[in-house]
């Protein structure tokens, strides 16, 4: 009882003293410090809880969605730079009447956990829900509005159910197989990657180890079924700001202009164990004519007969002792080895048909492959048989029809390989019983839940290969005995549908409600980092396309708007004859040239991504200890676009720290003045010219700076000029007499105006602000609706420019800004195309850019941020013609 009596005290103490810093008269008059910020912060912690999602209002739903996050138990500076602007928007967008959901969760599974497990002797799940905690807790202390009642975890079996569950769907579409493949091998993680998880030097995207090829049997989703969709999909008009992204993923996936097709290989007596051999070509039309086939030296192919029998001959092309079956015809076609033959950029394997082909006809003719006609006699023989669009068609339908391909795609994509040789993983629902050969888990026992194993051992063997009473099973169709899938699926499977759960997350009869889905997606603004623009875009893109086959969501893109962060950048230095990293500390600034202090030897310095291993990187916690949360947000969204890489250097901090300075002085003087108005102001300065000029003066900064604010919030996404924006208005508020100051009512709505612009960067700060503001006496805009004196700064209304206020006709010739004309905003808002047209073609200027040409197009568009654009095409009218209308 002693000790809850003195906590209980205390804390009265505190918040006494916190009310007593903040909201007396004689507290403003101190400057601003980092103690008074973090008393703010401690008094506003608990006040800034977001609004919860309502399913059921009418307001119009906005879905912010930032990349969530892998917990490896410390936020670093790209984590608080991501979900700084994540929360940004989310305030930003309910400021304005949106309904947002903003939720977050936890890219829980994966090798990063497992290998701190087995270094530390614990279990994976313990490792992974501390880490969560602690970035919990962090994620909070940065003040983001997330709605923790839709958190989620991979690791969890409640989510990992319905990823198995979509893994089942995928199967029983066709879209799941498991062959023998040459795979990517990791030798330092110990398990196998996709290619896409492989970099342009051959090394692992995790390790950085130098990847190995080895033959496995693996499983593997038929992605390049969806090519043609996800290729198509990327000019969807849904699509707004994806820039470069779109251009990442085209080249990821590649012009989809052939088709491919599995052919069986066989010995000539028996088929190989389910092997077969995947053909791309562009001429799927003359698929009936093929004599041959060749793959390329080194290939899958040619290391499984290698293997076999290494006495094969050698030569510029060697013929294997197995042979395709063409799905077509059912003849039998030989294999060769070669080089001799150019293979589609990406591919292995060349479809040979010496009807259409010179280079095929030369090669058949030196394997002696029997040849049935020309090229060219083919080629007229078909085009007088059917239009070749026709052919392709055909062929490609009844290879759907079979199941062995038809789909459009390109030479270099490949299918997803999903197996992985480790423990941390959902598991892959998959039994193999003697009898019946593998099998799908059915939908009633899922989830395959992953059996807890005290202790891991070593990379080198998957732990469930160990677990054997989980190993252990019934076969689900003839109920013998059977043994689990030991391999795990790839984290990408578990990451490329969250988006979906979150809408859903407390489900427990399907992953989400078809319902809700359609109600809420696509997501509006989707928040990450230029890395996932191939990886996780292209599977994330891909699970919604086949989710939209099955009719489970309504959009074939699941992301409308893409808001691409760069990495935040450390200075390193590094010592120019080994390579070593070292700390700042070690080295000599002060001289004309970098040295190390210790040896003399010379120092590089660069820009590159944080990193512990090079010494540049900033602790968030120390950043938010020494400058407070708001400061912290403020200083990461400043002086760069979002989109560019953050350059993290001191230098740049006191922009931000005087301005939060200069608005803390400005709400003092904004106090001082109100509060003790009859003896600072006299009444009859209101009457006066200059006053009405300054008033003026408020009444236009407020605007302008209100209009380029909100551009940047909703259009450029240019945050760091929506704050350059913010100190312009700052600027102009501490430029007036306090005789404005205290009498104004413009100058009061542009202060209110400039710390609601402030509140989505800088809660706490911006609520301390406000209510020094709202608490102030002698107010002047009672009667107005755009203030709620009652509510808190984040229950505001965003403030709109005001419709007597001037705005901007921009008028291009030919792409050409020629002219910009102001007409108050309640006119440009009822602007039409007609009106637009004719108030371009009255001003001088336009006149002279379209005199003696005609006007070719015209168009017109209202933009959302205050600003109309009309756009003029001509072209040249030659002298002759010219004449004729003067002659008319």
Known sequence: MKRSYSCNLLNNVLNNTIRRCTHNVGMWDEDLSSSIKHEIERKWKNRLKAPTFDDDTQKPKFYVLSMFPYPSGQLHMGHVRVYTISDTMARFYRMNGKNVIHPMGWDAFGLPAENAAIERGIEPSVWTKQNIAHMKEQLQKLGCSFEWDRELATCDPEYYHWTQYLFLRMYEEGLVYRKEALVNWDPVDQTVLADEQVDDNGCSWRSGAKVEKKMLKQWFIRTTRFSKSLWDGLSDPLLKNWKDIINLQKHWIGECDGSRFEFEVEDGSSPMTKQTLTVFTRNPEHIHNASFLTVAPGSILDRVMYDCDSTLETGPFRRLPVRAKNPFTGEFIPIYVTDQLEYDSGADCHLGVPEISESDRLFAAAANIPISSSPEEDGKQLHCIEDVSVARERVNSMARELGIGGYPCSAKLRDWLISRQRYWGTPIPIVYCESCGPQPVSYSELPVVLPKIDKLSSRGRSALLEATDWLKTKCPKCHGEATRETDTMDTFVDSSWYFLRY?????????????????????????????????????????????????????????????????????????????????????????????????????????????????????????????????????????????????????????????????????????????????????????????KKHEDYMFDSRNYYLKGATFNYTTAFQLSVAISKMQGLTNSLRKVPPEVIGLGPQFERALACQIILLAPMAPHFASELWSGFVSAPNRLNTSSAEIKWDEDVLQQMWPQVDMHYCLELVCTINGVEQKSIRIPRHQLENLTHDDALELALSHSNVQRYTSGRKIVNTSFRLQPSYEAIINITTEKIDKKKRQQVQDG
């Open 503 to 691: 809408l859903d997350p407390h489900n427990k009869q399907m992953p989400f409600s078809k319902k809700k889905v359609e109600k809420f997606l696509p997501v509006d603004l989707y928040i990450g980092g230029k890395e996932h623009a191939v990886l996780h875009m292209y599977y994330a893109r891909f699970f919604n396309h086949f989710l939209h086959s099955i009719g489970l969501v309504p959009y074939k893109e699941p992301f409308q708007q893409l808001l691409v962060q760069g990495m935040v950048m450390g200075r390193s230095y590094r010592v120019k004859g080994t390579g070593l990293y070292i700390p700042k500390e070690e080295v000599d600034l002060t001289g004309p040239k970098l040295i190390e202090k210790k040896t003399g030897q010379p120092v590089v310095a660069a820009w590159e991504k944080m990193s512990k291993s090079k010494h540049n990187g900033v602790d968030p916690e120390t950043m938010m200890q020494d400058y407070g949360t708001d400061t912290t947000r403020l200083l990461i969204l400043a002086d760069v676009a979002p989109t560019s890489h953050r350059n993290w250097n001191s230098d740049t901090f006191p922009g931000i720290l005087k301005w939060q300075h200069r608005l803390w002085l400005t709400m003092r003087s904004f106090i001082n003045i109100r509060s003790k108005l009859e003896s600072t102001v006299s009444s009859s300065a209101a009457n006066t010219p200059e006053f």
